[in-house]
């Protein structure tokens, strides 16, 4: 009863769906958590753009009334705190406060404003791969600014470890891709399995920003690697536009959630001459069919990149 109510209630806002679909399977309520890192991640920018704000607004819409009285009350002080906050939300939040029970959990809320850079890594992670296209979106956005302290900039990868990735996308490799990953971002190998295999392809675009990567590599890397993203080519121009529109200092952000979150903290990128000799093995025993797909793919999609 409780899923079919809020499925009615969240008709009204359709970037929704995904997330009443998730909220309901097995019980487990993710929206407490995702109203309260959207949150914490838009106050953390001190001025957005007019779409920024009406994603956030139609988003905070339709959790608002959906969500427990501590995170009710966290919210409020959240946006109270902030000089540009919605007069949507904050009239919302005023008018009708929350009067569903505190949902149980293993240890006390934080009731009082978290410090910046101090959002649950393991939430976090775990939100941006539960959220559909426009939420995984929103994230992104607001990460550029999440950690105005944050640590020096890691180094691009090298020219090789960027040559063996798109090798094995065009090998159709995803272990392959996944292993170099692991070395080449310095994340768990759960982890570098799950951006491999995402249908979606926002992680992928993330670790491309995060190396280095150039538009055209990532381009072909999303054509072969993952048929569910590749066989759409409407998903790999708006996959291009988003890394287009992806600052390096969010995909950074993001790639230090990625690594605290999955017990690695030093990036291990492959020396350029590492394990030359299986690699090179396997290039040369590659079949024609890779060898002549690669070079139909030489050249760009026809979409607008800045170089960023």
Same mark, same amino acid.
């Given at each position: 009863?409780?899923?079919?109510?809020?499925?009615?209630?969240?008709?009204?806002?359709?970037?929704?769906?995904?997330?009443?679909?998730? @909220?309901?399977?097995?019980?487990?309520?993710?929206?407490?958590?995702?109203?309260?890192?959207?949150?914490?991640?838009?106050?953390?920018?001190?001025?957005?753009?007019?779409?920024?704000?009406?994603?956030?607004? =139609?988003?905070?819409?339709?959790?608002?009334?959906?969500?427990?009285?501590?995170?009710?009350?966290?919210?409020?002080?959240?946006?109270?705190?902030? +000089?540009? &906050? #919605?007069?949507?939300?904050?009239?919302?939040?005023?008018?009708?406060?929350?009067?569903?029970?505190?949902?149980?959990?293993?240890?006390?809320?934080?009731?009082?404003?978290?410090?910046?850079?101090?959002?649950?890594?393991?939430?976090?992670?775990?939100?941006?791969?539960?959220?559909?296209?426009?939420?995984?979106?929103?994230?992104?956005?607001?990460?550029?600014?999440?950690?105005?302290?944050?640590?020096?900039?890691?180094?691009?990868?090298?020219?090789?470890?960027?040559?063996?990735?798109?090798?094995?996308?065009?090998?159709?490799? +995803?272990?392959?891709?996944?292993?170099?990953?692991?070395? @080449?971002?310095?994340?768990? #190998?759960?982890?570098?399995?799950?951006?491999?295999?995402?249908?979606?392809? =926002?992680?992928?675009?993330?670790?491309?920003?995060?190396?280095?990567?150039? @538009? &055209?590599?990532?381009?072909?890397?999303?054509?072969?690697?993952?048929?569910?993203?590749?066989?759409?080519?409407?998903?790999?121009?708006?996959?291009?536009?988003?890394?287009?529109?992806?600052? +390096?200092?969010?995909?950074?952000?993001?790639?230090?959630?990625?690594?605290?979150?999955?017990?690695?903290?030093?990036?291990?990128?492959?020396?350029?001459?590492?394990?030359?000799?299986?690699?090179?093995?396997?290039?040369?025993?590659?079949?024609?069919?890779?060898?002549?797909?690669?070079?139909?793919?030489?050249?760009?999609?026809?979409?607008?990149?800045?170089?960023?």
């Amino acid at each position: 009863m409780y899923c079919v109510e809020a499925m009615a209630k969240f008709t009204a806002y359709p970037p929704l769906d995904g997330l009443v679909d998730l @909220a309901c399977r097995d019980g487990v309520d993710i929206r407490p958590t995702l109203l309260r890192v959207l949150t914490d991640l838009y106050v953390q920018k001190p001025k957005h753009s007019a779409d920024e704000e009406a994603q956030y607004v =139609e988003l905070a819409l339709g959790l608002i009334d959906a969500v427990d009285a501590p995170t009710h009350a966290i919210v409020a002080a959240r946006l109270s705190a902030y +000089p540009a &906050a #919605p007069t949507a939300i904050l009239a919302r939040l005023a008018a009708s406060p929350s009067s569903l029970p505190a949902a149980p959990a293993p240890a006390p809320i934080e009731t009082k404003p978290a410090p910046k850079n101090e959002i649950a890594k393991n939430d976090l992670v775990e939100l941006f791969f539960a959220a559909n296209t426009e939420e995984r979106r929103l994230i992104l956005t607001n990460l550029d600014v999440a950690a105005e302290t944050a640590a020096r900039r890691p180094a691009p990868a090298s020219s090789e470890v960027i040559r063996r990735l798109e090798n094995a996308a065009l090998q159709r490799n +995803p272990g392959e891709f996944s292993r170099m990953l692991v070395r @080449a971002l310095g994340i768990s #190998p759960n982890l570098a399995e799950r951006i491999t295999r995402d249908a979606s392809g =926002e992680p992928i675009v993330v670790a491309a920003r995060a190396l280095g990567m150039t @538009a &055209a590599v990532l381009q072909r890397i999303l054509l072969f690697l993952n048929p569910a993203i590749g066989q759409s080519v409407a998903r790999v121009y708006d996959l291009a536009r988003l890394y287009d529109d992806l600052a +390096p200092a969010a995909a950074e952000r993001m790639l230090a959630i990625w690594r605290q979150a999955g017990g690695r903290s030093k990036p291990v990128h492959a020396p350029v001459h590492w394990d030359d000799e299986r690699h090179e093995a396997r290039t040369l025993s590659t079949p024609a069919r890779y060898r002549s797909d690669r070079r139909r793919v030489t050249q760009p999609l026809h979409v607008k990149t800045s170089g960023k």
